[in-house]
């Protein structure tokens, strides 16, 4: 039986995807949990389109996550935070502190997690941060720690 699939399957297929199972597996779990329905001529052309609609807001975030990597192309963002002995910070500069700094340039939020920081920043100088935009779209922002004045 053929069946598309309208959640990711593991072993079967993806959300979308038109796929031949056994005629038991479709009628006894598929389609009772919601997992897929029967590719009627009218599913086959609902999911069409729905892979549609899906590939142009894939395209609409990539587009934009590009423009934002254009404007933050050369980007440096300054800390000052207060230090003690031999150059090191009382605190730290987190993947958090440095999302919310390129949220207020970028106008649109970015989420911590998206910004690819090891460890936490403890002591003072330039280090380079990469922050992923899309999962396509990659940007090297650099971030200044100085001793707060």
């Given at each position: 039986?053929?069946?598309?699939?309208?959640?990711?399957?593991?072993?079967?297929?993806?959300a979308g995807e038109l796929v031949s199972v056994a005629d038991g597996y479709a009628r006894n779990y598929l389609i009772p949990?919601?997992?897929g329905?029967?590719?009627?001529?009218?599913?086959?052309?609902?999911?069409?389109?729905?892979?549609a609609a899906r590939a142009r807001h894939e395209q609409a975030q990539r587009e934009a996550a590009q423009a934002h990597a254009q404007a933050l192309q050369s980007i440096e963002l300054v800390f000052a935070?207060?230090?003690?002995?031999?150059?090191r910070l009382y605190g730290s500069v987190t993947s958090g502190?440095?999302?919310?700094?390129?949220?207020e340039r970028v106008g649109?939020?970015?989420?911590?997690?998206?910004?690819?920081?090891?460890?936490?920043?403890?002591?003072i100088g330039?280090?380079?941060?990469?922050?992923?935009?899309?999962n396509d779209v990659q940007i090297t922002v650099t971030v200044i720690?100085?001793?707060?004045?």
């Open positions: 039986m053929e069946v598309i699939l309208l959640k990711d399957v593991r072993g079967v297929g993806e949990r919601k997992l329905v029967a590719a009627t001529p009218a599913a086959r052309k609902q999911a069409e389109q729905q892979v935070m207060r230090t003690g002995e031999s150059n502190d440095i999302a919310a700094r390129l949220s649109d939020p970015v989420d911590k997690r998206r910004v690819l920081l090891q460890e936490p920043i403890r002591e330039s280090f380079p941060v990469d922050v992923k935009l899309h720690v100085e001793p707060e004045a």
